[in-house]
């Protein structure tokens, strides 16, 4: 059983800290503060008694009175400050009563066993000194807490900032624009641990687009020298005599063929050198047209007619490779819908692989555990390169089961749908955000 994830912000957690950190150091100085500044006035008044008491002393020595409030063997006297005078020594004490107001003693033996003391609570105005002073504590601590708080978030909205930039270059940077870099996302004069982490990511993603154009290399260079020989393969077959051994030689020269110039355009599409030659088209009329040649047996809808800039070229070749997919691997009845701008070709087989449907197109992987005569799982590879090139989105979904529920197993078909764009596409190409329609 997985414990739930709490999920916090940078910036909260270095606010937090921050604040912990701060709240209990003005604690613990406004503590230090107050119990230094109360003994310290407990200690003044202690001395101002004790010269009290002195005074009084001498007084009594002279005329035999008590004065200032003075008495002679206080029978309140505190047990510890007797104990003291018994010894001949003069002495002060402070007693907390219940109240909590002090009371400071002081006494100092005369002769004759007697003791004179001098008694009186700790003053109004020293009271109120040490309130003020814990009040001014108390202000002060909060100030700092809210002041710590503040540092908190401006110190981590910056590092959180800095992190949220790349991040989103990342982001980027596996959607595929290998030109963009994280160091100069998160850009900034302050060179901290982001720093490292933007280098270490722009490292990681020049040595992945070194290593992807190098396969490109090979596959392109590998696809460019087997074209001399396979075409003089497919020459050669056209001579032999006719039968059922050479019809299977040409068969599989073709294929092969075929495999070549899709692992060529492959190459030329992962290389983003293709650009797009734009015209101005009705997408139903030409859609209707190309299906017509492409499948006649394919039915075609046009919902709404819209004109879009795009590349008739490329977009034919996307259309005949969707519909090449629903052949191979679907079944009829196959339809194509032109709503707008959106193009949907759908077949009523068993539906796309959940694989296709979760990562994508992949080259060489058809989701058929036949191979012989399906293909090679270059179609829907080359039909999402184009669209990417068109500046338009490719997307892949299957069909709910028509009268089936959920569950029961039943094939509701393939839905392939391609969104070209509002406007012409840029030169690396567009993505529009539609939202998607049944």
């Not at 068969?251 to 063929?257: G, K, S």
């Not at 012989?372 to 999402?384: N, P, V």
């Amino acid at each position: 059983m997985r414990r739930p994830a709490l999920r916090t912000g940078v910036r909260w957690k270095i606010s937090i800290a921050i604040t912990a950190v701060g709240a209990l150091t003005v604690m613990a100085l406004s503590l230090v503060v107050h119990n230094a500044a109360r003994v310290s006035m407990l200690d003044n008044a202690r001395d101002l008694q004790l010269d009290r008491v002195l005074f009084a002393q001498r007084i009594y020595e002279t005329s035999k009175q008590t004065r200032f409030g003075a008495k002679l063997n206080d029978p309140a006297l505190p047990a510890d400050l007797k104990a003291k005078t018994d010894r001949g020594r003069k002495a002060t004490s402070v007693q907390e009563p219940k109240s909590g107001v002090p009371d400071i003693w002081a006494a100092v033996p005369v002769g004759n066993g007697d003791v004179l003391s001098l008694h009186s609570t700790f003053t109004d105005r020293s009271s109120n000194v040490i309130s003020d002073l814990d009040r001014a504590l108390v202000i002060g601590s909060v100030a700092v807490v809210f002041g710590g708080c503040a540092l908190g978030i401006l110190i981590g909205g910056q590092i959180s900032r800095r992190l949220r930039k790349a991040a989103a270059a990342a982001t980027k940077v596996a959607e595929g624009h290998t030109d963009v870099r994280v160091r100069d996302a998160i850009g900034g004069v302050v060179r901290d641990e982001t720093d490292e982490l933007a280098r270490a990511v722009d490292a990681l993603t020049d040595a992945l687009q070194e290593r992807l154009e190098a396969e490109r290399r090979v596959t392109a260079d590998i696809a460019h020298e087997l074209r001399t020989p396979v075409t003089g393969l497919l020459t050669a077959a056209e001579l032999l005599p006719p039968g059922r051994p050479t019809e299977l030689v040409r068969n599989r020269a073709q294929a092969m063929r075929t495999l070549v110039e899709d692992v060529l355009e492959v190459a030329r599409l992962d290389s983003a050198s293709e650009r797009a030659e734009l015209q101005e088209i009705a997408l139903g009329e030409f859609v209707s047209r190309r299906v017509a040649l492409l499948d006649p047996d394919v039915t075609v809808r046009v919902v709404h007619e819209s004109w879009v800039n795009t590349d008739p070229r490329r977009l034919e070749r996307i259309l005949g490779n969707l519909l090449g997919n629903a052949a191979k691997h679907g079944r009829g009845p196959v339809e194509v819908t032109v709503e707008g701008r959106v193009v949907r070709v759908r077949d009523h087989g068993p539906g796309f692989p959940e694989a296709l449907l979760r990562e994508g197109p992949s080259r060489f992987r058809t989701g058929s555990s036949d191979r012989a005569g399906h293909g090679h799982g270059l179609g829907l590879t080359i039909a999402a390169g184009q669209a990417r090139v068109l500046g338009a989105r490719l997307t892949f979904r299957n069909a709910a089961p028509e009268g089936a529920g959920a569950g029961s197993g039943v094939g509701g078909g393939a839905i392939a749908v391609l969104w070209l764009p509002e406007h012409a596409p840029t030169g690396t190409g567009s993505f529009p955000v539609l939202p998607p329609q049944g």
